[in-house]
């Protein structure tokens, strides 16, 4: 358990911690499981800039582009780079070890700076709706939070890996499906709390069912245009969910 939250929040956050002993399959899996908690201290530092912007009357979509700043500092644009890497292989020739080579080592493209513009560009939108609620700080944390289970759903058993190598391939495929199932029942409820702070419970689970289809579409589309998956492919999923979580929130 500590090597597999310590690989979680090493890898997914920049936050410092020590090196985890080993890094095998088994950790690699329940550090997916756990991304949500993880994710903890990019919720903490997302909900205290909130807080903050609310202080010195910070206007609702200047706090909300403040917020996807902080987040992308707070993992490094780790995600980023990742949908930008996926969106340019997607796009790429129709050749899947083209396409990989793509991901691996060019440029960003065209289409991850469309990718990336749009998806922040969404993130902020909501976010900006969503800071007009009392409860806005909290909900945000928990939706930074819940948005980060997409990675035990794109790592389940099941799901292959597009290559052998990488640090994506430990991960992909080795969350046990019950362990995916447990940290989806955990993000509806947070969904639900964070919902009822928005007085629009219904809202937020529509939007987890919308961010577990949008996930599972991008999943299968790898798949087909690549064999399967790559890290990139899970930062693009987070980003992704996000988006969608934080665009239900706003319909509250």
Do not use: K, N
Not at 79 to 97: E, F, K, R
């Amino acid at each position: 358990m500590r090597d597999a939250w310590l690989f979680a929040t090493g890898t997914l956050t920049a936050v410092r911690v020590p090196a985890p002993s080993v890094v095998d399959r088994r950790v690699a899996g329940l550090g997916m499981a756990l991304a949500p908690l993880a994710a903890l201290p990019l919720a903490v530092a997302a909900a205290a800039l909130v807080v903050l912007a609310g202080w010195i009357d910070l206007p609702p979509l200047a706090t909300a582009y403040a917020v996807v700043l902080a987040l992308a500092l707070g993992t490094r644009a780790f995600h980023w780079d990742g949908l930008a890497d996926t969106a340019d292989g997607l796009t790429a020739s129709y050749s899947p070890a083209r396409s990989l080579e793509v991901m691996r080592t060019g440029p960003v493209g065209p289409a991850g700076v469309v990718a990336v513009v749009l998806v922040a560009s969404l993130q902020a939108a909501g976010l900006q709706a969503v800071l007009r609620h009392e409860d806005a700080w909290w909900v945000v944390g928990l939706l930074v939070c819940v948005s980060r289970a997409s990675l035990a759903l794109a790592c389940v058993r099941g799901v292959p890996a597009a290559r052998p190598d990488g640090l994506g391939a430990t991960c992909i495929g080795a969350v046990p499906v019950l362990g995916a199932i447990a940290t989806l029942v955990l993000a509806a409820v947070a969904v639900t709390l964070a919902g009822r702070g928005l007085d629009a419970p219904w809202s937020l689970l529509l939007g987890l069912v919308a961010m577990v289809g949008v996930v599972l579409a991008l999943l299968l589309r790898c798949v087909r245009r690549l064999g399967g998956i790559t890290g990139d492919v899970l930062g693009a999923a987070v980003e992704v969910s996000f988006a969608v979580l934080v665009l239900a929130a706003a319909t509250a």
